[in-house]
């Protein structure tokens, strides 16, 4: 369980290189998920709505109408919610939304092959790769 913005993806990736790399039968046999927080809490009328990207926000924005009764709180990071929150959003079995870190012996290759190319320690193939793909990046956030 990570922040849900990009420095969280960025230790989800540290800790996906570690369990790959000194650990990979846990993903293989389907023992890792990551917890998905949400972004965003929206508050009008003492209803209260959870997003999980801006897309999602904006969404339910169109849907309950914007105007000053929109309390919108966007989280900073786990830190920021109070324990009922943590548990109502990401923790409660009934309720949260995990996604399973899948891999089998067919994808190991182009895994093992993504995982050297970005996380490991040779400089030059990092840069080629931000180079060649730089120009498809979506969601920056700067």
Request: hydrophobic residues 35%.
């Amino acid at each position: 369980m990570t922040d849900a913005d990009v420095d969280g993806a960025h230790i989800d990736t540290l800790m996906l290189t570690f369990l790959y790399r000194f650990m990979p039968e846990l993903i293989k046999t389907g023992h890792v998920y990551l917890a998905m927080p949400p972004l965003y809490k929206l508050e009008k009328n003492r209803k209260v709505w959870y997003a999980y990207s801006d897309e999602e926000l904006d969404a339910i924005l169109q849907e309950v109408g914007r105007d000053q009764n929109n309390r919108i709180q966007r989280y900073k990071g786990l830190g920021e919610m109070d324990p009922e929150q943590l548990w109502e959003t990401t923790m409660d079995p009934e309720r949260r939304i995990l996604k399973k870190v899948v891999m089998n012996d067919e994808s190991e290759s182009e895994v093992d092959l993504i995982f050297t190319t970005l996380m490991g320690d040779k400089v030059e193939p990092r840069r080629e790769f931000i180079e060649q793909n730089a120009k498809f990046v979506k969601n920056l956030d700067v």
